[in-house]
């Protein structure tokens, strides 16, 4: 089983003007193992496939990951940033589920 130390994003709607609200994204750093390490490939015809992990990976939550867990967009990992598609509360840790490559707003 292979360490991990990197970065979560999580995402917190704020509104910037009347109406319209956006995510503010804030990154917190931690520790956990690797449990799962899997890749593939979309099955569309495509010219670029979009590369998808199935990775698992386990961290130790501190008191703001198990108060906001449900606003995880991405962890950083291997020089990039991987969507978050599940996670689930197993106290003292948290166990995410990683997918595609994150798009979306950074801190």
Do not use: C
């Not at 449990?35 to 961290?59: F, H, T």
């Not at 130790?60 to 598609?85: C, L, P, Q």
Request: proline residues 4%; hydrophobic residues 35%.
């Amino acid at each position: 089983m292979a360490r991990f130390f990197g970065s979560i994003g999580y995402g917190h709607a704020v509104e910037t003007s009347p109406g319209v609200f956006e995510d503010k994204i804030t990154e917190r750093e931690y520790y956990g193992d690797v449990n799962r390490s899997q890749k593939q490939y979309d099955g569309e015809a495509k010219v670029i496939q979009n590369l998808r992990l199935n990775n698992e990976i386990s961290i130790v939550a501190d008191s703001y990951a198990e108060e906001n867990f449900f606003a995880i967009k991405y962890v950083r990992w291997m020089g990039a940033r991987w969507v978050v598609t599940n996670v689930e509360v197993r106290r003292p840790r948290l166990i995410l589920n990683l997918g595609e490559v994150y798009n979306g707003p950074t801190p």
